[in-house]
């Protein structure tokens, strides 16, 4: 697995953790319909930013900040629509790095 370091240096933040968390079961933690990227427009869903920065609490420099680092490492997928874009766990490479970790750890 490549880019060992950067995934475990940003998974060492507890509001990353937090929003891989949320965007887990976003139904659950963003209850706002507009959060949600509607099914009809993808069937992979996603949760607007504006949204993750709200429930972050957090300025929208940095909550862009961390979700670049989560999408640059892989554990993130981005989808843009119109000037909104929408983010969704990539649960394919989060298990990847949950194997690794059970096997080479």
Known sequence: MENQIEIFKVLAN??????????KD???????TTAHLAKNISEKGGVCVGDIQE?????QSTVSHYLTMMQRVGLLESERH????????NDERI???AEFIKEEL
């Open 14 to 23: 507890e509001t990353r953790l937090d929003m891989l968390k949320w965007l």
């Open 26 to 32: 976003p139904m659950n933690h963003f209850d706002k």
């Open 55 to 59: 429930k972050a609490n957090m300025s």
């Open 82 to 89: 119109g000037k909104w874009t929408y983010y969704r766990r």
């Open 95 to 97: 298990q990847e790095i």
